[in-house]
Nanobody, 121 residues
Framework: QVQLVESGGGLVQAGGSLRLSCAAS????????MGWYRQAPGKQRELVAT???????NYADSVKGRFTISRDNAKNTVYLQMNSLKPEDTAVYYC???????????????WGQGTQVTVSS
């Protein structure tokens, strides 16, 4: 079993900053990709940022230059530093990871439970 546990959400004023964390635990041989997605009320879940095990990153256009994804592979943790937050960033933020539980095994997709980020104007 693998669990992803997110933390760091909250309420912040526009222009402020928040840092989200997501720690993976359980049966883990290798974590391939880790990333963040978000879902605002009435909208579909969308990609925010991802980072591969090799360090390649991908960002949604709407967050480029404001958000930074990073990983601590020793801690199986991914972070999302969010600066210059806007009201339109308000959403539930979900962590996602692609994990191989044992050597030679297929990788599986896991999701965290989500953490609320609310940006007031």
């Amino acid at each position: 079993q693998v669990q992803l546990v997110e933390s760091g959400g909250g309420l912040v004023q526009a222009g402020g900053s928040l840092r989200l964390s997501c720690a993976a635990s359980g049966s883990i041989f290798k974590i391939n990709l880790m990333g963040w997605y978000r879902q605002a009320p009435g909208k579909q879940r969308e990609l925010v940022a991802t980072e591969t095990s090799g360090g390649s990153t991908n960002y949604a256009d709407s967050v480029k230059g404001r958000f930074t994804i990073s990983r601590d592979n020793a801690k199986n943790t991914v972070y999302l530093q969010m600066n210059s937050l806007k009201p339109e960033d308000t959403a539930v933020y979900y962590c996602r990871a692609e994990i191989s539980p044992t050597a030679g095994a297929l990788q599986y997709q896991y999701w965290g439970q989500g953490t609320q980020v609310t940006v007031s104007s």
